[in-house]
């Protein structure tokens, strides 16, 4: 596997600076438009009589949508640059935010929430966007920052169900859908690209087969189908999980779901950091690791405490792990095709936060259990490591 060392061209500190907290607001308030639906799971299941399978339908749909737009928005990004594509995605996301605070029917969620995945996909703007400022040794720390963005997912879970609660289920969706225009408009007023970046001149079909091909790149797709996969999974399928096994209310539930959300949150730049330090794969192999031994205790639905602490030592690995993996993007891919291969990347972990709801909310309606889901997490996070650590490391090693 080849390492790129590219240098990024000179850039000011102020503007590394101002693209690095521009670029993780603006993730932050589209993560929690992405996730507006997953809080209120709940509410929906009781306020429409939904089965656990639509409902997992229901939330697992932007996921779906934001995954696969990854794709098209980080080749729109190598062409055009982060600062257009990420402000005009903002501003549309608007869109589908107002259409859900008005309907409240089970086909017109659908609808919104498949138009509202598109929110999700900010993602593969934000990763080229930040990489191109920084320079590959400190690419793995501002790439873990810009991740916590991740954290609007939290805020989805705290703040969702309150206002909903206190002011309306529409209050939530009017106020993500203000953030969102603010965000668009500071992106394109005072957002700007990194000094001599070069856009993509190649077609779309030509850059994305070129970056899927890479042995980096899919290599590190199905890392992160696991890794970020895990974290949006337990992200919006955990409150239903709480309230299912250990009784809590809706406020509770989301609440320690949020928590968890938090940790694998900070834990990703600590993950980037780490993987600048020691290099990436002994922290993805060490990190994938724990979620083996995590997900073999929960599946056990023991008490509370050690249910608490399994969920959060399995967060911090899966940030850890997520920091890791767009740390070796950053040092395995050629500048010029970042874009492209992260949206494959974030694809893949999108979409592995997409099946896990599903295949949970099918397993749990045929068993009244969540335990095989979760022992089948712990053998497909085995194989995983044992990849990470013989194959992938074995060229450093070497």
């Known amino acids: 596997m080849t390492t790129v060392g590219e240098s990024a061209p000179p850039a000011t500190t102020r503007g590394q600076t101002t693209a690095l907290v521009l670029a993780t607001l603006g993730f932050a308030v589209n993560f929690w438009a992405w996730a507006l639906l997953s809080p209120l799971g709940p509410v929906y299941k009781e306020l429409l009589d939904l089965t656990p399978v639509a409902v997992s339908v229901l939330v697992a ?8 737009g990854r ?15 990420f402000g005009v995605t903002s501003l549309l996301g608007v869109l589908p935010v107002l259409f859900l605070s008005m309907v409240q029917n089970y086909p017109a969620l659908l609808v919104g929430g498949f138009a509202l995945g598109m929110t999700g996909a900010t993602f593969a703007i934000g990763i080229p966007f930040v990489n191109g400022w920084f320079p590959p040794e400190r690419r793995g720390l501002a790439l873990g920052i810009f991740g916590m963005g991740n954290i609007g997912t939290a805020i989805s879970g705290f703040a969702t169900p309150w206002l909903a609660d206190s002011y309306g289920r529409p209050a939530p969706f009017l106020v993500v859908a203000v953030a969102l225009v603010l965000v668009g408009l500071a992106f394109l007023a005072v957002g700007r690209d990194a000094p001599g970046r070069q856009a993509a001149t190649e077609p779309f079909l030509t850059r994305f087969l070129a970056a899927a091909r890479l042995r980096a790149t899919c290599e590190l797709a199905t890392m992160y189908a696991l890794t970020f996969g895990g974290f949006v999974a337990f992200g919006v399928y955990l409150p239903l999980y709480l309230k299912e096994v250990y009784g809590l209310t809706t406020a509770d539930a989301a609440a320690r ?12 730049p600590i993950g980037g950091w780490l993987s600048d330090r020691w290099g990436g794969v002994p922290v993805l192999s060490g990190s994938i690791a724990v979620v083996v031994a995590c997900a073999i205790i929960v599946s056990f639905a ?9 969920f959060l030592a399995m967060a911090a690995a899966l940030g850890l792990g997520n920091g890791a993996v767009f740390a070796l993007v950053a040092k395995q891919v050629p500048g010029h095709m970042v874009g492209s291969a992260t949206g494959v990347v974030g694809a893949a972990g999108g979409l ?3 099946l896990p709801p599903l295949v949970m909310g099918m397993i749990y309606q045929a068993t009244s259990s969540y335990a095989v889901g979760l022992m089948l997490l712990a053998t497909v996070a085995a194989a995983a490591a044992v990849y990470s650590w013989f194959v992938m490391g074995a060229p450093q090693r070497a």
């Open 61 to 68: 749909v932007p996921v779906i949508v934001g995954s696969l």
């Open 71 to 85: 794709i098209v928005v980080g080749a729109l990004t190598d062409r055009y640059g982060g600062r257009i594509v």
């Open 257 to 268: 779901s949020a928590g968890f959300v938090v940790l694998a949150t900070l834990a990703r």
């Open 302 to 310: 023991p008490a509370m405490l050690l249910a608490t602490v399994g």
């Open 352 to 354: 592995g936060g997409f």
